[in-house]
């Protein structure tokens, strides 16, 4: 699992499409949300790969139930859909580069998830990443008159900003439960336990996006969206399945993390790509320039992940070889 680290870096262009869709003419704000999610079944090859393994007389672990395992797999799903719904609205309403940034909230609140559920140490390290998200987090929202005057509304902006720090704190909610799972519940780090916790929640996941297509009548203008997309309707058609897929290669890659390391350090790596997001964006999307101040956040930002990452690294070497 250890070679799923890269892997972690693949919602950078998933998080590219999604702002592509709504700049082209896409508006619907559950399909934005299906998407993220509705790539599993292209998990399904993997599962005849690497299949369970079997068990052994002299295992002391016991296994949870099937029903355990299923209630386990529809709240996690439910937490997903609304984690996305959330994402999506903060996507539309924001621009690309401050909803990247304000995403790097996640990484203080999954500091203090993984305090409280997962036991988890806090050294300077963290508290150092923990405090220069959260402050340039602050700046983002304090300093946003340029990027908001014209395209975004002040209110909409607002908007955008909760939800998308309320979808942090639920993606790091969901990132310090998994590696409880895992470590509590399950008891398992195989390839076949980690696959069934992406496959089973991103199908609640998915159904729960579909019912809510149809619930908010956004299903019955999804034709017209797709003749009405700028770049033509393959292009529509191409931009979600890509989304779909990417995101779910790199849900793959931060679950093997989760399942081997940690959620803190899965999320640490994580957010090491959000400041590339903003520079991929001029070059790709054309988005305004951010401003100055943020461009030196970003790149403190970046420092700072690679130096807590480095750390983080050796501290596992050096426990595995303790």
Known sequence: M???TPQVELPIPATLLGRFYYDEGGNSKWMAAFVQSSGFPILIPLFFFFKSP?????????????FTLYMIYIAFGLLLAGDNLLYSYGMLFLPVSTFSLISASQLPFNALFSLVLNAQKFTALILNSVVVVTISAALLAVNSESETSEEFSGGKYAIGFICTVAASSAYALYLSLLELTFKKVTKSESF?????MLFYPSF?????????????GEMSILTAEMNGFSKGEISYLMTLIWTAILWTIGWIGMMGLISEVSSLFSNVIGTLGLPTVP??????LMTPKTNP???RTLKLLLLI?????T???EQVEARGKA
């Open 279 to 284: 520079v991929l964006a001029v070059i790709i």
């Open 293 to 295: 101040q943020k461009l």
């Open 54 to 66: 079997k068990k052994t007389d002299s295992s002391p672990l016991e296994k949870p139930s099937k």
């Open 192 to 196: 076949d336990t980690v696959l069934k």
């Open 305 to 309: 992940d690679k130096f807590q990452i």
């Open 204 to 216: 609640v996941a998915s159904c729960c996006c579909v019912v809510g297509l149809y619930v908010s």
């Open 311 to 313: 750390k983080n690294i």
């Open 2 to 4: 250890a070679q799923s």
